[in-house]
């Protein structure tokens, strides 16, 4: 359905993205992983034909978005980072004014918008100012706007970036219906527990590159323990203490405010902390996460 | 659920429009047509009145100090002198101001280009889309002015009715520059410039008096901006004293025109589909 | 935490007086805002100086001199108020000027201070209270409408319009009646909340009427009664026939001099009062 090969875009000398290969079926949810500034964003506007590629080649329901983009974008639901919506316009508005620009019939956008309007749960704010909506109330809108012209595809940048967790569950329940319809989702997000959530599948992205891909559950067995032992001693003192609890679990990673210690048993590393005479301010035992796939590939937090 | 979902259709422009054009203009007009229904109707109507305040105040006040101005040759009442200048100078304003500060605010802040370049609309629908949406605005000034200069008596002669479209020749050809020009501008600040432009053009271009009083030099810096030329077509046009220069005037706009629509859909793209 | 963390830390709480703090925002801090304002306009301090010189070489030498070839030539050279047509229009348009950036400034900054950039919340959190906001505010304003008015007073003692002496008159005069306005128009916008396009019907609907209607570009007299109340109503023509008698010696009664400072002093103190209490109760929150 997408495919690309060598993907690359680059603005003067900064390399957004770096020839990067991935392909997307059908029906599936597909993920990009990665830090701010890791070229998500870009390959999304690449992919929705908003945006022309350096070099590689892309392939988008079956055209190339160079020479095909309206053609592309007729076809894809597209909801950008910001919710940028029409903010002139009241709810409903919005999505038949949206609906128009596909070129679609005014009688059946004004159908079609009640019914969106519903499955993102604003009926009641139908007649409301677009400005006086809630941050999740906005990015529900959007969505509904991005389905208002059928899509092959829903192309998502950083859904639930910004949002409440009480508005991220309301918006990932949502995505799931979608999902179970059958509707192809594209999405990027720096959260590992959305990832987690929504994808089948996904790429983890670092500086423009591809740094692994796989399932969720397939990138933490093959990147990460099962367990992870957190531990604070204060932040002067982390780096020192990690010296001194080098050799339990399978690895250490020290960060600023805290000391990862990967084990697939987390509470035995924690008794091995304690005999070696140390005594942690604070300490959880966690199961892995993708934030600690990305850790091990990059070195780096998700979230910095 | 409808039983039947349609799915967006597929664009059918061919040739070298192809991409920058999806033959949609209409829904960005009706965009348009729909916040000024709902929201700034109020905002829309108001700016009908500045031009109607400057001919009250300078026609009746300054008109009783200065008598008659000489135009072609023919002894012409103050008011009914700088009426069409007013009436042109309203046209460029209202182009300038809706496809300079509107334009900026959408493109900057509100993002809506944005939204409707993600759609199967390209950048030509999108430009002239706004720029329709100007001359619509223009029209309804244009036509309000002339009920009011008509009531005052200041039109001299029935080609005044012609002042109408060459209103709007001005507008579009204001309007279609404007937009390029904005898409250039990245702080308000830079709106600022607009106004350096627009001021000396709207004090100096023959508007409030002849510009035979400057020396040679600045005539020709004068006629060479657009306004001047579409002040001198409308004053033809009200007072009835034709020259064959009108013929000048509306080539200049023309090409103005034409090349500010090609720009602007050149900036457009090269902004928002790159 | 150990101790070497601390010293020289981020909240180093010993090494400020905050009593002496308060003392000092009490008594100067209209000055700090008024400093933050003035340090805020140097974003736009080009187009600013620009268009304050170049607005009275534009409105004077372009507009005026042109009108003035035709009114003189049907008054003759003392045919309004008993001098040329440009010593009659210039002091009345550098008021014009003063006015409409007086009230620019307050339209926008006003509103802009409560919702774009919420700066007067963030004043209101430090130990400056209402009163310094709206005052400091002004002054800010007045130091952007003094430079205008220095441009327009240099462009008449350069090209000899009227008496020189009488020229810097106008700098008192101009920053009386762009305060008076000031205060006014920021009485009015604090109390807006969303800008649903009222803030620019001042300009339409204010402004640009008032500069029409108040005898700027013609004596106030030649327009008929029932339009001449816009003018005894509007700061600006008390403020222009104030500026007209200091630069040509325009007669002035005595009892006129006192309606017109005393008009342009009760507006200004009126809607200074309204503003520092629209102010206070929508900064208490």
């Known amino acids: 359905m997408i495919e690309a090969r060598g993907l690359r875009k680059q603005y003067g000398d900064f390399t957004a993205v770096d020839g990067i290969d991935f392909a997307i079926e059908p029906g599936e949810a597909f993920g990009f992983l990665g830090p701010n500034g890791a070229g998500k964003s870009t390959t999304m506007r690449m992919i929705a034909a908003t945006s022309t590629r350096t070099s590689g080649d892309l392939q988008v329901l079956g055209f190339d978005p160079e020479s095909h983009g309206p053609e592309i974008r007729a076809q894809l639901g597209i909801v950008p980072q910001a919710d940028q919506l029409d903010e002139e316009l009241r709810v409903i508005d919005n999505l038949v004014v949206y609906g128009r620009y596909f070129g679609l019939p005014l009688p059946y956008v004004k159908r079609r918008a009640e019914e969106l309007l519903d499955f993102a749960q604003l009926t009641e704010k139908r007649k409301a100012r677009v400005d006086g909506l809630s941050g999740g109330m906005k990015r529900r809108l959007t969505i509904a706007r991005g389905l208002i012209n059928s899509p092959k595809a829903m192309l998502l940048d950083e859904p639930t970036t910004g949002l409440d967790p009480q508005a991220r569950h309301v918006l990932w329940d949502r995505l799931f219906r979608l999902k179970e319809e059958g509707t192809t989702l594209v999405l990027t997000t720096h959260y590992m527990d959305e990832a987690e959530q929504l994808c089948d599948r996904l790429v983890v992205v670092d500086k423009g590159a591809i740094v692994a891909e796989g399932s969720p559950s397939a990138l933490i067995r093959q990147y990460s323990t099962r367990e992870v032992l957190e531990v604070r001693f204060g932040s002067s003192r982390n780096a020192e203490a990690a010296e001194r609890i080098e050799g339990i679990g399978s690895r250490i990673e020290v960060l600023p405010d805290r000391v990862l210690v990967y084990d697939d048993d987390g509470e035995a590393a924690m008794a091995a902390v304690h005999e070696r005479g140390l005594q942690p301010i604070t300490s959880l035992v966690r199961r892995s996460s993708l934030e600690d796939v990305f850790l091990r590939l990059t070195g780096r937090s998700l979230i910095e | 659920m409808t039983e039947q979902l349609l799915e967006a259709p597929a664009p059918t422009i061919r040739g070298p429009l192809r991409g920058l054009y999806a033959g949609n203009t209409r829904s960005v007009v009706a965009r348009g047509l729909r916040v000024i229904a709902r929201n700034n109707w109020l905002i829309v109507v108001t700016g009908f009145f500045e031009p109607v305040f400057y001919l009250l105040s300078m026609g009746i006040g300054l008109g009783a100090l200065i008598g008659t101005v000489e135009f072609y040759g023919v002894d012409v009442p103050y008011a009914a002198y700088i009426a069409p200048a007013l009436m042109a100078v309203s046209a460029m304003n209202g182009a300038v101001y809706d496809s300079t500060m509107n334009v900026f605010f959408k493109m900057n802040f509100a993002k809506l280009y944005q939204q409707m370049l993600s759609t199967s609309l390209g950048p030509l629908d999108v430009a002239l889309g706004e720029i329709l949406l100007a001359l619509f605005r223009g029209l309804l000034y244009a036509c309000g002015f002339m009920v009011v200069t008509s009531l005052m008596g200041l039109n001299l002669s029935w080609t005044a009715v012609l002042a109408i479209p060459a209103a709007l020749v001005i507008a579009f050809g204001f309007a279609s520059f404007g937009m390029a020009v904005t898409s250039y501008m990245k702080t308000f600040q830079h709106l600022d410039y607009v106004y350096f432009v627009m001021m000396p053009m709207f004090l100096l271009s023959a508007t409030f008096f002849p510009i035979e009083v400057y020396p040679q030099g600045v005539q020709w810096v004068i006629q060479a901006m657009p306004l001047w030329h579409g002040v001198d077509m409308v004053r033809q046009l009200t007072t009835g004293l034709i020259q064959p220069s009108i013929l000048l005037h509306l080539l200049y706009f023309a090409v103005m025109i034409v090349v500010g629509l090609w720009f602007t859909t050149a900036r457009l793209k090269a902004l928002f589909l790159r | ?285």
């Open chain 3, 1 to 285: 935490m150990s101790g070497t963390v601390v010293d020289g830390g981020l909240a180093a709480a010993g090494q400020v007086d905050h009593a002496a703090v308060a003392r000092s925002s009490r008594a100067w801090g209209w000055w700090f805002v008024a400093e933050h304002r003035i340090r805020a306009m140097r974003s736009y301090v080009a187009s600013a100086v620009i268009i304050g010189l170049g607005s009275p070489f534009l409105f004077l030498i372009g507009l005026g001199v042109g009108l003035g070839l035709l009114v003189d030539a049907n008054q003759g050279s003392q045919g309004v108020d008993g001098v040329p047509y440009l010593v009659f229009l210039a002091p009345a348009l550098a008021m014009a000027g003063a006015m409409q950036t007086s009230s620019q400034e307050n339209t926008y900054g006003v509103f802009g201070g409560f919702k774009w950039f919420p700066m007067f919340f963030a004043m209101n959190g430090t130990p400056i209270g209402p009163a310094h906001i709206v005052l400091g505010f002004q002054v800010a304003v007045l130091v952007r409408v003094l430079v205008s008015l220095v441009a327009f007073v240099l462009v008449m003692i350069l090209f000899r319009i009227g008496d020189p002496l009488g020229a810097v008159l106008l700098l008192p005069i101009g920053l009386l009646m762009a305060a008076a306005v000031g205060f006014a128009v920021m009485s009015w916008v604090a109390t807006q909340t969303e800008d649903r396009g009222q803030l620019s019907f001042i300009e339409r609907f204010v402004v640009v009427p008032l500069t029409l209607f108040s005898g700027t570009y013609f004596p106030l007299e030649t327009l008929p009664w029932s339009l001449q109340w816009v003018g005894w109503i509007s700061p600006l023509w008390h403020a222009a026939e104030l500026g007209r008698a200091a630069l040509y010696g325009a007669p002035l009664p005595a009892a006129m001099l006192l309606v017109h400072v005393g008009y342009l002093v009760l507006l200004g103190a009126v809607t200074c009062a309204l503003s520092i209490r629209t102010f206070r109760r929508r900064l208490d929150k």
